[in-house]
């Protein structure tokens, strides 16, 4: 070996070196940062930074689905964050446009642990948590936007309530970040469908709910008197163990009850005075009965009251494993099953109606 090729080998070694490490650092990059990446998704309805606050940890975004029209207001847009070496785990959120039925967020098990959203303080309603979140569109646009099915606009009939929804498929969202990206969608659909408002401008100020906590049988929920019927608590099956309330906003209070036991069962408790709500409750009010001397209307598990300065909206809803268990516990007879359930929430209204300045009734 000559010497000019003893000098040229730690020479190609610190090249190679070099070459290796830079193609680390940009696969490093490429993988778990949005270096170079798209600075806009979904036909340009997402920006990169607003999708970046949302799924705010390391990795690249990307586009997994997108489908719109130029020609009309509704869209579904799915967006993905992957890591690579460093063991991030990988985020997915899918942002559209849906109609939804009646007071929807407190009414069906797609919307699990109302408790557990944060709720939008002033002007529009909406709330968001970890798992996904929904702005509910103007009342001038609930006729005019539909969600997406295949090629075609869907809308859920006459009650239809017209949103923008986001649905965390991987991983937890930042809701802060996703209420600022539900609403700038919202603004954007309803400006598209010639339906927008000025509240729609405003950036999101949010009512965070509290922290779990015991739940005191006496007075469930924080509220004073309020207990389960007995026929409503099952010995090692769904007994009250742990509740979360949130009552920080001014117009929405719901409260979750995960029971403790093995049927794994759990109910939540919900008030509103949020016009757009209360507004869906009566669009929906198919299943209803009037209430005499002018007091309401209610179900067994619904109630849109007249109170005081504005009507409420009040409701609860069994888990699927909570319903079985009642079911079980009365051998499947329907109508003391109903009976439960309509005590339980009958117990919820009266405790729950001086605060709200709402009359007492007797559910039908």
Known sequence: MTAQTRKKKPVLVAA??????????SSYCWWNTNLLGADSFCGGQLG???????LDSTGRLSQVHAQDDT????FTCTIERTSRFIGGDDQQVTLRTASEQGVFPFTTGVWKNP???????????????QDGGYVVLPKSCWDKVGGLQGSQVIRAGDGAVATVEAKVGKGAADPAGLARLLNRSA??????????????????????PSASRTTDVQNVCGVQGF????????VS????????????????????????GSAKAAVSFAATSDKNLVEAARKDADSFETLPGDQGVATIDEAVL??????????????????????DSVDHAGVAYAEIKKATFQNFLDATADTHSCPRVTLP
């Open 48 to 54: 990169s930074g607003e999708m970046q606050a949302v």
């Open 187 to 208: 603004r954007q659909v309803a400006e598209k469908a010639g339906c927008s408002t000025s509240a729609l401008s405003a950036t999101p100020d949010l009512a965070a």
């Open 227 to 234: 207990a389960l019927p007995k026929k409503a608590v099952l």
């Open 115 to 129: 408790a557990a959203r944060s709720y939008f303080r002033d002007g529009v309603t909406g709330a968001v948590s």
């Open 71 to 74: 020609q009309r207001a509704e």
């Open 306 to 327: 007249h109170c005081g300065s504005s009507d409420v909206y009040f409701a609860a809803h069994w888990n699927v494993a909570y319903e079985g268990a009642l079911l």
């Open 237 to 260: 099956r769904a007994e009250p163990d742990r509740e979360r309330v949130n009552n920080a906003s001014a117009h929405t209070w719901a409260c979750d009850l995960p029971m403790s």
């Open 16 to 25: 190679s070196a070099l070459a290796l490490v830079a193609a680390l650092t």
